[in-house]
Protein backbone atom coordinates (compact mmCIF):
# COMPACT_ATOMS: atom_id res chain seq x y z
CA UNK A 1 0.00 0.00 0.00
CA UNK A 2 1.33 2.96 -0.70
CA UNK A 3 1.35 6.27 1.04
CA UNK A 4 0.12 9.47 -1.19
CA UNK A 5 3.60 11.30 -0.72
CA UNK A 6 5.21 7.53 -1.94
CA UNK A 7 2.57 8.47 -5.30
CA UNK A 8 3.61 11.98 -6.06
CA UNK A 9 7.00 11.01 -5.79
CA UNK A 10 6.95 8.25 -8.10
CA UNK A 11 5.29 10.50 -10.28
CA UNK A 12 8.33 12.56 -10.74
CA UNK A 13 9.27 13.96 -14.51
CA UNK A 14 12.49 11.67 -13.80
CA UNK A 15 11.04 8.83 -13.01
CA UNK A 16 7.98 9.31 -15.99
CA UNK A 17 11.18 9.72 -18.34
CA UNK A 18 8.89 13.30 -19.87
CA UNK A 19 11.34 15.44 -21.93
CA UNK A 20 11.18 19.36 -20.95
CA UNK A 21 9.49 20.41 -23.31
CA UNK A 22 6.48 17.78 -22.44
CA UNK A 23 6.50 19.00 -18.64
CA UNK A 24 6.67 22.42 -19.23
CA UNK A 25 4.24 22.33 -22.21
CA UNK A 26 1.89 20.31 -19.28
CA UNK A 27 2.83 22.67 -16.60
CA UNK A 28 1.76 25.71 -19.00
CA UNK A 29 -1.39 23.60 -19.28
CA UNK A 30 -2.10 23.72 -15.46
CA UNK A 31 -1.39 27.26 -14.86
CA UNK A 32 -4.27 28.25 -17.93
CA UNK A 33 -6.20 25.75 -16.76
CA UNK A 34 -6.27 27.45 -13.13
CA UNK A 35 -6.21 30.66 -14.40
CA UNK A 36 -9.54 29.86 -16.67
CA UNK A 37 -10.83 28.74 -13.40
CA UNK A 38 -10.40 31.28 -11.01
CA UNK A 39 -11.91 33.88 -13.89
CA UNK A 40 -14.73 32.17 -14.54
CA UNK A 41 -13.85 30.76 -18.48
CA UNK A 42 -15.38 27.61 -17.31
CA UNK A 43 -18.59 28.67 -15.77
CA UNK A 44 -20.35 25.29 -15.83
CA UNK A 45 -17.28 23.49 -13.92
CA UNK A 46 -16.56 26.82 -11.57
CA UNK A 47 -18.27 30.17 -11.31
CA UNK A 48 -14.82 31.88 -10.73
CA UNK A 49 -14.11 34.15 -7.69
CA UNK A 50 -16.55 36.42 -7.05
CA UNK A 51 -16.32 40.08 -9.12
CA UNK A 52 -16.18 43.46 -7.51
CA UNK A 53 -19.42 44.37 -9.19
CA UNK A 54 -21.11 41.05 -7.60
CA UNK A 55 -20.12 41.84 -4.00
CA UNK A 56 -20.84 45.30 -4.22
CA UNK A 57 -24.33 44.67 -5.06
CA UNK A 58 -24.60 41.78 -2.79
CA UNK A 59 -23.57 44.12 0.32
CA UNK A 60 -26.24 46.68 -1.21
CA UNK A 61 -29.19 44.13 -0.71
CA UNK A 62 -27.86 43.30 2.23
CA UNK A 63 -27.60 47.21 3.87
CA UNK A 64 -31.11 47.50 2.12
CA UNK A 65 -32.50 44.53 4.16
CA UNK A 66 -30.50 45.71 7.64
CA UNK A 67 -32.15 48.94 6.84
CA UNK A 68 -35.57 47.26 5.89
CA UNK A 69 -35.36 45.53 9.72
CA UNK A 70 -34.43 47.91 11.34
CA UNK A 71 -37.01 50.73 10.35
CA UNK A 72 -40.07 48.04 11.46
CA UNK A 73 -38.02 47.31 14.60
CA UNK A 74 -37.75 50.83 15.53
CA UNK A 75 -41.58 51.02 14.51
CA UNK A 76 -42.38 48.43 17.03
CA UNK A 77 -40.91 50.37 19.69
CA UNK A 78 -42.01 53.35 19.29
CA UNK A 79 -46.02 51.82 19.45
CA UNK A 80 -44.72 50.48 22.57
CA UNK A 81 -43.86 53.50 24.00
CA UNK A 82 -46.83 54.95 22.73
CA UNK A 83 -48.99 52.81 24.08
CA UNK A 84 -47.19 52.92 27.26
CA UNK A 85 -47.06 57.03 27.21
CA UNK A 86 -51.02 56.85 26.85
CA UNK A 87 -51.53 54.39 29.63
CA UNK A 88 -49.08 56.30 31.96
CA UNK A 89 -50.81 59.62 31.37
CA UNK A 90 -54.16 58.22 32.17
CA UNK A 91 -53.37 56.87 35.29
CA UNK A 92 -51.32 60.25 36.10
CA UNK A 93 -54.51 61.95 35.53
CA UNK A 94 -55.93 60.03 37.75
CA UNK A 95 -53.88 60.86 40.49
CA UNK A 96 -54.38 63.64 42.49
CA UNK A 97 -51.19 66.51 42.72
CA UNK A 98 -48.43 65.22 44.82
CA UNK A 99 -44.97 63.44 45.06
CA UNK A 100 -46.73 59.90 43.05
CA UNK A 101 -47.88 62.11 40.16
CA UNK A 102 -44.23 63.72 39.80
CA UNK A 103 -42.98 60.62 39.23
CA UNK A 104 -45.46 60.10 37.12
CA UNK A 105 -44.58 63.21 35.47
CA UNK A 106 -40.99 61.74 35.16
CA UNK A 107 -41.64 58.52 34.14
CA UNK A 108 -43.35 59.87 31.15
CA UNK A 109 -41.28 62.80 30.31
CA UNK A 110 -38.40 59.82 29.84
CA UNK A 111 -40.44 57.83 27.71
CA UNK A 112 -41.22 60.71 26.12
CA UNK A 113 -37.78 61.39 25.14
CA UNK A 114 -37.24 57.17 24.24
CA UNK A 115 -40.55 57.74 21.48
CA UNK A 116 -38.66 61.31 20.22
CA UNK A 117 -35.13 59.13 19.75
CA UNK A 118 -36.87 56.11 17.93
CA UNK A 119 -39.26 58.51 15.95
CA UNK A 120 -37.99 61.99 15.17
CA UNK A 121 -41.39 63.72 16.83
CA UNK A 122 -42.63 64.70 19.83
CA UNK A 123 -45.45 62.79 20.93
CA UNK A 124 -48.64 64.45 20.95
CA UNK A 125 -49.94 63.94 24.95
CA UNK A 126 -53.31 64.89 25.10
CA UNK A 127 -54.56 66.87 28.23
CA UNK A 128 -56.30 65.38 31.03
CA UNK A 129 -59.81 66.82 30.23
CA UNK A 130 -59.48 64.90 27.14
CA UNK A 131 -58.87 61.80 28.42
Known amino acids: MYTLWEMVTS ?3 EKLKLPAA ?3 YLALGGVLAGTALAFGMVAPIFGGFAHADKLNRVAAQLNAHVAQIATADNQHWANQAADSLLRMDQ ?4 L ?4 LRSMYD ?9 YTSLTGQQYPLPA ?3 L
Open 96 to 99: PSGE
Open 11 to 13: MTI
Open 106 to 114: QLIQSRMQE
Open 128 to 130: CAN
Open 91 to 94: ARCA
Open 22 to 24: VAA
